[in-house]
Nanobody, 129 residues
Framework: EVQLVESGGGLVQPGGSLRLSCAAS????????LSWLRQAPGKGLEWVSG????????YYADAVTGRFTISRDNAKNTLYLQMNSLKSEDTAVYYC??????????????????????WGQGTQVTVSS
């Protein structure tokens, strides 16, 4: 059974940092690209960042470029998202998702929700003073 379990969310002040983790099990971790997506209150699901199977290619939405860093540790079957300079508009539930391919080659394909076949339960990030 595929499992993706996010952790690391919480309440942080604007300008602060958080590091999200996603522990994966039940599938060959290094055979799949992964992404972080988020859903803000009252809004639809938004792709945030993606990473290919070996971590050598990373992709970011314009809204987080320069502030967020995605990474993975294939030895630990874990995906990470380092979030710096957080803004109130980053408030959302953050999900990790397993792609159905090891690499898409272009950021556009990481934004397509149909390219993911498993999702975590999400972790809440609230940015507020």
């Amino acid at each position: 059974e595929v499992q993706l379990v996010e952790s690391g969310g919480g309440l942080v002040q604007p300008g602060g940092s958080l590091r999200l983790s996603c522990a994966a099990s039940g599938f060959p971790f290094d055979d799949h690209a992964l992404s972080w997506l988020r859903q803000a209150p009252g809004k639809g699901l938004e792709w945030v960042s993606g990473i290919n199977w070996n971590g050598m290619k990373t992709y970011y939405a314009d809204a987080v470029t320069g502030r967020f860093t995605i990474s993975r540790d294939n030895a630990k079957n874990t995906l990470y998202l380092q979030m710096n300079s957080l803004k109130s508009e980053d408030t959302a539930v953050y999900y990790c998702a397993k792609a159905n391919r090891p690499d898409y080659g272009q950021s556009y394909y990481y934004t397509i929700l149909a390219n993911y076949d498993s999702w975590g339960q999400g972790t809440q990030v609230t940015v507020s003073s």
